[in-house]
């Protein structure tokens, strides 16, 4: 069963728009969260993280929002920009290991 | 500095056939992975390695073994590979102890195999 759901497939956002991508977990138990960034045929690259005793954290552009209670994070990109185009897979650990959800691809059209 | 590499990139084998997926890091981190990643699936965890000479299984270890040479290395070993076995392999690694900030995993570029 899978603890860690990306129910949106794929997103298009305009440049210099922002990006909402969400995330939806089960597991009351894990406490770091990370997101991945994906291009064709590279492997992931870590985007930014939230540990369980927070609920934001920012980096430039990227904004991870967690919210415990309703077990859901999400990752916001402002400005949204073309080279952002790529598969973002958001993850969960309680330990050594991790869960991914199953990705969603965003598009950002100039 | 080349972070985590993967040999080989490409690999189609037949149905039955046995083959190593190498991974190694230069990065001394504890803590290593291999998942592999389907359509509609996402990344799922084959096995990871705590530490250097320890092994466990992830979701899913069916029809794979693996081996931690040393705290370099951690390969994988398909024994008879299956179709079902056709997916792009993920090595990773991580530092693997102590706080959150730690445990960051960076990948490598992946192995698509092929079975057929």
């Known amino acids: 069963d899978q603890q860690v759901k990306q129910n949106s497939p794929s997103l298009s956002v305009q440049e210099g728009r922002i990006s909402i991508l969400n995330c939806d977990y089960t597991n009351s138990m894990f406490d770091y969260f990370l997101w991945y960034k994906k291009y064709p045929a590279e492997g992931p690259t870590f985007l930014i993280s939230i540990s369980s005793i927070k609920d934001k954290n920012e980096d430039g552009r990227f904004t991870v929002f967690l919210n415990k209670s309703a077990k859901h994070l999400s990752l916001h990109i402002v400005p949204s920009q073309p080279g952002d185009s790529a598969v973002y897979f958001c993850a969960a650990s309680g330990g050594l290991q991790f869960y991914f959800g199953t990705g969603t691809s965003l598009t950002v059209i100039p | 500095n080349a972070g985590v590499t993967q040999t080989p990139k490409f690999q189609v084998l037949k149905t039955g056939q046995s083959m190593t997926l190498q991974c190694a890091q230069d990065m001394n981190h504890n803590s290593m992975y291999w998942y592999r990643q389907d359509p509609g699936m996402g990344l799922r965890l084959i096995y990871y390695?705590?530490?250097?000479?320890?092994?466990d299984k992830g979701e899913v270890p069916n029809g794979y073994n693996v081996s931690r040479l040393n705290k370099r290395e951690f390969s994988l070993r398909l024994e008879s590979a299956a179709p079902s076995q056709t997916s792009v392999y993920f090595c990773a690694s991580s530092e693997g102890v102590g706080t959150p900030v730690h445990n960051e995993q960076f990948f490598g570029p992946g192995t698509r195999l092929t079975v057929l």
């Open positions: 390695s705590a530490s250097e000479g320890t092994t």
